[in-house]
């Protein structure tokens, strides 16, 4: 009986490590997706979030460098967040 507790515990925890990353990787930050780091999450950028690249010409009014932070965040919420309301985007 002991043993098979000390097996178990840490198979659940491992279990739980990777559906919080799978939680995660649903939205990813700004940081993540701004690999040039200038700020802004161009067209090019916005490829690996397909839920964003598919609106971002409608997203991207102001159309120069690419999203600023506020427009991804809205952004996000609008067309990323799925059905049910679950998404627990940090609002900041
Ligand atoms: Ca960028």
Redesign the pocket.
């Known amino acids: 009986m002991m043993n098979l507790s000390k097996q178990t515990i840490p198979a659940l925890t491992i279990a739980l490590l990777f559906a919080a990353s799978a939680a995660i990787a649903q939205n990813p930050r700004f940081e993540e997706l ?9 067209k090019t ?1 916005a490829r690996a979030l397909p839920c964003l690249s598919d609106a971002f010409d409608q997203i991207d009014k102001q159309s120069e ?2 999203l600023s932070r506020s427009e991804y965040g809205s952004a996000v919420q609008q067309h990323c967040s799925k059905s049910g309301g679950e998404s627990d985007w940090p609002q900041s």
């Open positions: 701004d690999g040039d780091g200038d700020g802004y999450i161009s950028e460098k690419g």
